[in-house]
């Protein structure tokens, strides 16, 4: 099996959808605070992973760059665009910070949340991932 970086993060992609699908479907693993408080720990983690994905995926244009092999295709200007991926990558680490910090508030919030027992009516079937 290849170890190509980007397999993984086609994989991680994946999950994240996956995610987004199964969460769409009330049942004993997703109806509490605590099961939010555990994707949301989850959650944090990738988002502290993807600030270093990031900082790490410029590698190989790095390189090629400081070997003076850097190309534009059709003639374009190796430094101007070596920049401009200098620049977008400064954002997206600011971006991923930033990211990151706010999803560990969600989880830290969720920490001490609780539900009551609920008490429904018979045939009441609620919607938990309705919008707010």
């Given at each position: 099996?290849?170890?190509?970086?980007?397999?993984?993060?086609?994989?991680?992609?994946?999950?994240?959808?996956?995610?987004?699908?199964?969460?769409?479907?009330?049942?004993?693993?997703?109806?509490?605070?605590?099961?939010?408080?555990?994707?949301?720990?989850?959650?944090?983690?990738?988002?502290?992973?993807?600030q270093q994905a990031i900082?790490?995926?410029?590698?190989?244009?790095?390189?090629?760059?400081?070997?003076?092999?850097?190309?534009?295709?059709?003639?374009?200007?190796?430094?101007?665009?070596?920049?401009?991926?200098?620049?977008?990558?400064?954002?997206?680490?600011?971006?991923?910070?930033?990211l990151t910090t706010a999803?560990?508030?969600?989880?830290?919030?969720?920490?001490?949340?609780?539900?009551?027992?609920?008490?429904?009516?018979?045939?009441?079937?609620?919607?938990?991932?309705?919008?707010?």
């Open positions: 099996m290849s170890d190509n970086p980007t397999r993984h993060l086609s994989e991680a992609s994946d999950g994240i959808r996956a995610f987004n699908h199964a969460i769409h479907a009330t049942g004993k693993d997703w109806e509490e605070p605590a099961d939010v408080h555990t994707a949301l720990g989850t959650l944090s983690y990738l988002a502290g992973m993807l900082e790490q995926s410029t590698g190989p244009v790095r390189a090629v760059h400081e070997q003076g092999r850097l190309q534009v295709n059709g003639g374009g200007d190796a430094e101007t665009k070596f920049d401009e991926l200098v620049a977008a990558r400064e954002e997206a680490l600011r971006a991923a910070s930033a999803v560990q508030r969600m989880h830290a919030a969720t920490g001490p949340m609780r539900a009551t027992p609920a008490v429904e009516p018979e045939g009441n079937d609620s919607d938990l991932s309705a919008d707010w």
